[in-house]
């Protein structure tokens, strides 16, 4: 059975700091591009960041450079992402989603982790 489990988020204030995980099992991890996608209050869908299959190369949304970093553990199936100087802008859940290699389509998704910015 596939998996993606993702953990971390919580309340944080303005300009705090959290990392998130996500933990993957039923397929082979490093096989697979992995990104991070949220979804605010109300909106849809946004893609954060991905993550080559071998963690070389990342790549991110322009709101998110300087702000997000994104990595993976291969040895442990997981994936990672490290928030930092959040804003309220960035309450949302966030979700982790696998795509084989460079194709387009997402083929696994995680039931997600909230994150909510407020003072």
């Known amino acids: 059975e596939v998996k993606l489990v993702e953990s971390g988020g919580g309340l944080v204030q303005p300009g705090g700091s959290l990392t998130l995980s996500c933990l993957a099992s039923?397929?082979?991890?490093?096989?697979?591009?992995m990104n991070w996608v949220r979804q605010a209050p109300g909106k849809g869908l946004e893609w954060v960041s991905a993550i080559s299959w071998n963690g070389g190369t990342t790549y991110y949304a322009e709101p998110m450079k300087g702000r997000f970093t994104i990595s993976r553990d291969n040895a442990k199936n997981t994936l990672y992402l490290q928030l930092s100087s959040l804003a309220s802008e960035d309450t949302a859940v966030y979700y982790c989603?696998?795509?084989?290699?460079?194709?387009?389509?997402?083929?696994?998704w995680g039931q997600g982790t909230q994150v909510t910015v407020s003072s």
């Open positions: 989603a696998a795509r084989y290699r460079d194709y387009a389509q997402y083929d696994y």
């Open positions: 039923g397929f082979t991890f490093d096989d697979y591009t």
